[in-house]
């Protein structure tokens, strides 16, 4: 039987960095679905589609999957790479807006669902304990203080020159989605009741990755 990994948290918490690092200590498959809301959010605001009714039309025929590409996970809508594209600030703000919908929710679960029923996963997003896995093997709520989040993300776009946003303006931004992903009626961001909380507000990514890698081998019994 396949083993699931659930890491759960706010924006900016390193969820992806860590769960691939993690994934691939184990040699099991990383599933990033963040990036699978953020590329309907990039698909919707290319159709210009605003209200619920609108992105819920704008999804019949939309095909979103991941590809491996030299042993990088890459996200494609249709055949066009959009790994990149998805990840500048007004995506990832539409991206809580859009997540929040019954219908893009329900679009994505039954793909990330069959993924994890296929192979062992890690898998990465805001309620894969709760809604998309409660019953995974283990399960991780991985968090830090809003300022460490907005800075790792205003390091990372500016290496990436993906944005000329200021740190406060990121930070703001942190907050505003935190407020959005915490009370949104479906499927609100939580801790699962069964969840470890891991806290690396004052941890380098060293020292975070040796912490889940802890905790995992904890939970399996290894």
């Known amino acids: ?33 963040g990036a699978l809301y ?8 290319r159709k210009n589609a605003v209200s619920d009714a609108e992105i819920e039309q704008g999804l019949d025929g939309l095909e979103i999957s991941f590809r491996h590409i030299d042993g990088q996970q890459h996200v494609f809508i249709g055949e066009e790479d959009v790994s990149d594209l998805i990840r500048t600030p007004e995506v990832t ?21 069959k993924i994890a029923s296929e192979q062992s996963v890690v898998m990465d997003g805001r309620d894969i304990g709760t809604v998309v896995l409660p019953d995974a093997e283990v399960k991780i709520y991985l968090t830090a203080s809003a ?7 205003f390091l990372e776009m500016q ?3 993906i944005s000329t946003q200021t ?5 703001a931004d942190v907050i505003r989605r ?8 479906t499927a609100p961001l939580k801790q699962a009741e069964d ?12 020292g975070s990755e040796q912490l889940l890698m802890k905790i995992v081998k904890e939970k399996l019994g290894a």
């Open 159 to 161: 290496e990436k020159h």
């Open 178 to 185: 935190d407020q959005q992903d915490m009370t949104r009626e």
């Open 167 to 171: 740190y406060e303006e990121v930070l």
């Open 147 to 153: 300022g460490k989040r907005a800075m790792r993300r």
């Open 38 to 45: 953020r590329s309907i959010s990039l698909a919707m605001l």
């Open 1 to 33: 039987m396949p083993t699931r990994i659930a890491i759960d948290g706010p924006s900016g918490a390193g969820k992806s960095t860590l769960a691939k690092r993690i994934a691939a200590n184990l040699g099991f498959v990383y599933v990033d679905t």
């Open 93 to 113: 703000m539409n991206a809580s807006r859009v997540s929040a919908l019954p219908a893009v929710r329900a679009f994505l679960l039954e793909l990330q669902r």
């Open 195 to 206: 969840a470890v909380l891991a806290d690396t507000s004052e941890l380098d990514l060293s």
